[in-house]
């Protein structure tokens, strides 16, 4: 059934659902990071009572206004796209993703919306007192409102916290607490927000930078920037921190995923890091693992070890032991998966079956089945593998290789998004100590890097979602479910019309939002008010000339 | 809840060229979001489907490898 899917279907919807989501994540960062940036300039004015803070909270919230409102409601098509591309998987996860996006949409509207409107719209008609903790309540309220579809990415990256409805075929939440506090939705979430609070210093330091080499508005500048480059420090160095965390939850719950983004092929003690590389036919790598799937690689002895559990000579399982399997590791092979993950499926259709079939005996049996934990973690556990399975083992031997990702996209946006963010670290130190040394503005080629740098944070933080969903691939729930299980069987030509369409607005809500940004940037701090020119009429003349031969 | 209401209506009648724009987009792509791209382009399939049971006979359907 599986290979006679059409692959061009899974291919568009994933393509369509990709486009949705980065189009959609070019939005959010800036609107979570800005928000507390205004909040603390905002901070500044209520404590100093200098006018000049308001006139620069003013402008970082123009540009924050049109950001947020350009980025409105892109997320919800990837909803529209859960009921129509995915719909095996929407009703697979149950209320389990529906309930944190719910949350979310309910959170974001109620919270936004009321403080946001006085953040606009409420200066000098609220208390500045009010006015500072609205600002303050958008910028928390965007930030809890990312919690919750971060938890339900989490939970597919990682499904804790349910149970098995065989009667529903649908996954139950037994455990909120679990499915909110689990590593991967903790290292998610902090991560995935920390990251945006760097874009946005990036944003504001790279904006601020170009006002300096224009020779304008430096005072205000200079204050905008030391605020951003303190944030992004602070925001850069727990980023590295959670992503830490986060990767080594990797290595536990997603183990294909961590060596496949490592390039990591051969497990070993003492385990290589490759702090960079240069990958060469890792398909061919897959099949013979004495290649060398490696042009070039410059490794540090023993770091990966370390970083997955704090020992320098700790095993570290590659693609070839998570796929053939290690016996002196305890990993079974894929093919073993394979095997019980169709175990679990047919036990689902022989319930099925006893229930037409009023066959209670056996329904009984099987349901206690899904009930038992032994038994779940045994054979359901690896439920998706099961669409796999062959009757021609030289087949299933073949699909085994269907559950590596792509692993130069994994290794290459990996390495990217490091590079960058240490490079966003050493920016922000080298414009902290120009800055309070008072000599910034003698080196213009920091300023022209610093300005260049706001692309990077954008290449930077998609880079972590292509990681993130690109790794985890075949799954869209970690090892239940594989994404050509999950797709609605559909015409292709109406995802490939929309993927198109998409395409389209996106892009043109996205040069829109560029081209009143620059604007905006180009009008500078203060919009100049219009000068109003008297009106010339025939009476005026007349009068004038009255006048001027009175004056003769 | 008048009070509110009226900084809206307030802040948006006040509102500069640029705000203006903005709303205009805005309003122009919830118009495509939910009128055009939603009622023809995003049905949910699983919709057509009487009863919870009908569904999970669908999707059982498509995700187990059917008994050889």
Redesign the interface.
């Known amino acids: 059934?599986?290979d006679s899917l059409n692959l061009s279907l899974v291919d568009w919807s994933r393509v369509q659902f990709a486009l949705t989501a980065m189009y959609h994540w070019l939005f959010v960062p800036l609107t979570l990071g800005l928000s507390f940036i205004i909040a603390f300039i905002e901070t500044k004015y209520y404590r100093t009572g200098d006018e000049e803070w308001k006139k620069l909270t003013k402008f970082w919230m123009?540009i924050f206004?049109?950001n947020f409102?350009?980025g409105?409601?892109t997320g919800?098509?990837l909803e529209?796209?859960f009921?129509?591309n995915w719909?095996?998987y929407?009703?697979?996860v149950g209320d389990i993703f529906g309930a944190p996006l719910a949350i979310e949409g309910i959170m974001a509207f109620f919270m936004e919306t009321?403080f946001i409107?006085?953040m606009?719209?409420?200066w000098e008609?609220v208390s500045k007192r009010f006015h500072l903790l609205s600002t303050w309540l958008t910028a928390i309220g965007s930030s809890l409102s990312a919690l919750w579809i971060l938890v339900a990415n989490a939970w597919m990256q990682n499904p804790v916290g349910m149970r098995f409805n065989p009667?529903?075929?649908?996954n139950e939440m037994i455990d909120f607490w679990a499915v909110l506090f689990s590593p991967t939705a903790i290292s998610k979430f902090t991560h995935t927000l920390l990251s945006s609070f760097v874009l946005a210093s990036i944003f504001v330091v790279g904006v601020s930078a170009w006002y300096l080499l224009k020779n304008r508005h430096i005072i205000e500048s200079k204050r905008s920037m030391k605020i951003a480059s303190v944030f992004g420090l602070i925001a850069i160095v727990l980023t590295i921190y959670t992503g830490d965390t986060s990767a080594r939850d990797v290595a536990s719950t997603q183990p294909m995923k961590f060596a496949a983004m490592e390039a990591h092929f051969v497990g070993r003690n003492g385990a290589p890091l490759k702090a960079f590389g240069i990958t060469r036919d890792v398909e061919g790598a897959l099949r013979n693992m004495d290649k060398d799937p490696m042009l070039m690689s410059i490794e540090l002895p023993g770091v990966l070890s370390f970083l997955t559990d704090y020992h320098f000579d700790s095993f570290v399982p590659g693609i070839k032991d998570l796929l053939y399997g290690n016996e002196n590791k305890n990993i079974i092979s894929v093919f073993d998966k394979i095997e019980r993950g169709?175990i679990a499926?047919?036990s689902?259709?022989d319930y099925?079956k006893a229930i037409k079939e009023g066959d209670f005996t056996q329904s009984d049996f099987l349901r206690t089945q899904f009930e038992d934990r032994n038994w779940t973690n045994k054979y359901f556990k690896y439920f998706g593998y099961?669409?796999y399975?062959s009757?021609d083992k030289a087949v299933q031997s073949e699909n085994v290789f269907k559950v590596v990702p792509p692993i130069s996209i994994s290794f290459y946006t990996f390495h990217i998004m490091v590079f960058l963010g240490l490079w966003f670290m050493v920016l922000f130190i080298v414009i902290l100590f120009l800055l309070k040394k008072d000599i910034l503005q003698k080196y213009r080629w920091i300023l022209w890097a610093a300005l260049f740098t706001i692309p990077l944070s954008y290449i930077a933080s998609e880079s972590g979602w292509v990681i993130s969903e690109v790794g985890r691939q075949p799954w869209i729930i970690q090892d239940l479910?594989t994404t050509s299980?999950a797709v609605?069987?559909?015409e292709t030509y109406?995802v490939m019309?929309?993927c198109m369409?998409f395409a389209l607005?996106f892009t043109a809500?996205l040069v829109?939002d560029i081209k009143?940004i620059i604007?905006?940037i180009k009008i500078g701090i203060e919009?100049k008010a219009k000068k109003i020119e008297p009106k010339t009429t025939k009476s005026s003349i007349e009068s004038k000339s009255k006048i001027n031969k009175k004056e003769d | 809840m008048n009070k509110?209401l009226k900084?809206?209506i307030?802040?948006?009648r006040n509102m500069?060229q640029?705000?203006r724009?903005?709303?205009i987009?805005?309003f122009i792509?919830?118009l495509?979001?939910f009128v055009v791209?939603?009622l023809l382009?995003?049905?949910?399939?699983?919709n057509k489907y009487q009863n919870?049971k009908e569904?999970?006979?669908y999707?059982?359907e498509?995700?187990?490898?059917?008994?050889?």
């Open positions: 059934m599986f123009r206004g049109v409102a350009i409105v409601a919800l098509i529209f796209e009921g129509t719909s095996n929407s009703w697979f009321i409107a006085v606009f719209f409420g008609k009667d529903t075929v649908r169709y499926q047919q689902l259709l099925k099961g669409s399975f009757e479910m299980q609605t069987h559909i109406p019309l929309t369409l607005i809500l829109a009143i604007n905006q919009p | 509110f900084l809206y307030d802040g948006i500069p640029w705000g724009t903005v709303w987009i805005i792509k919830l495509i979001f791209m939603k382009f995003f049905p949910n399939i699983l919870d569904k999970s006979d999707v059982i498509h995700i187990c490898q059917p008994k050889k």
